[in-house]
């Protein structure tokens, strides 16, 4: 039997990155897949990629979008929340729209999946929630992600608030903490940096130990872990994944 026969998953910002090998992992593990994303083109893709997975728009800073989401798939098993942004500056550079789009994306639109499938959750008897954070959060300062880190700090306090208080009805809640992957959102991030960009390309592998960027799959494996029954004494946790980046 596959690891989440018989689960159910909806997933934010499943168009690329860890989003997208999340949704195809979950999927090759025999759950049912509603893969969101606010990109049409990548949902679109997403779709001729992989046509076992439901796939369709829904932009996750929207309270419409997001309830309709939860109408249209009805109660889950797992809730994955991905969708996220990286500003790049520190405090200094921070603009106030920097500042509320940022934890708008990355905190608040967990805020609105939470209040929509939680219910269905409690009703259901117990789920997993998955959300993703960073090493760079309260784990760890990085140069260039004042506004960023504070967000990622934030999501690991939403998760273990929600776990704590949702441990009696047997849903757990954990995030994840990824190092750098390298996603098509790093390569454009580096695009934009000033100077050389396999010098800047360099810099972000030299972080972690093992030297070498995180591919999606491997986020994506402890995404199957965490949505499935082998973890279920598992809950309020931050788990690393940064090739030593934190060490």
């Known amino acids: 039997m596959k690891r989440l026969e018989g689960k159910t998953i909806f997933i934010t910002a499943a168009g690329q990155g860890i989003g997208r090998a999340g949704a195809l992992a979950c999927a ?7 893969a969101s994303d606010v990109d049409p083109g990548l949902v679109d893709k997403l779709k001729k ?3 076992g997975l439901e796939c369709f728009v ?19 098993d797992v809730l994955f929340n991905c969708a996220g942004w990286v500003h790049h500056g520190t405090i200094l550079d921070v603009t106030e729209s920097d500042w509320d789009r940022s934890f708008d994306l990355n905190v608040k639109s967990m805020w609105r999946t939470l209040k929509a499938y939680l219910p269905g959750m409690v009703a259901k008897g117990g789920g997993s929630i998955i959300n993703i954070s960073s090493a760079a959060s309260s784990i760890k300062g990085a140069p260039n992600r004042a506004v960023y880190s504070a967000t990622k700090a934030a999501v690991i306090g939403l998760t273990k608030s929600v776990a704590t208080d949702f441990a009696d009805k047997n849903i757990r809640c954990n995030a994840i903490c990824p190092g750098t992957v390298d996603t098509p959102s790093l390569r454009e991030r580096i695009k934009a940096l000033p100077g050389d960009y396999d010098k800047n390309y360099q810099a972000f592998v030299a972080r972690q130990k093992l030297g070498r960027l995180a591919t999606a799959e491997e986020i994506a494996h402890l995404v199957v872990y965490l949505a499935s029954d082998e973890s279920a004494f598992v809950t309020g946790s931050a788990s690393m994944i940064d090739g030593g980046w934190s060490v």
């Open 49 to 51: 990629d992989a046509p």
């Open 28 to 34: 090759a593990e025999g759950a049912k897949v509603f």
């Open 58 to 76: 829904a932009d996750a800073m929207s309270n419409a979008a997001i309830e309709a989401a939860a109408k249209r798939t009805g109660p889950v």
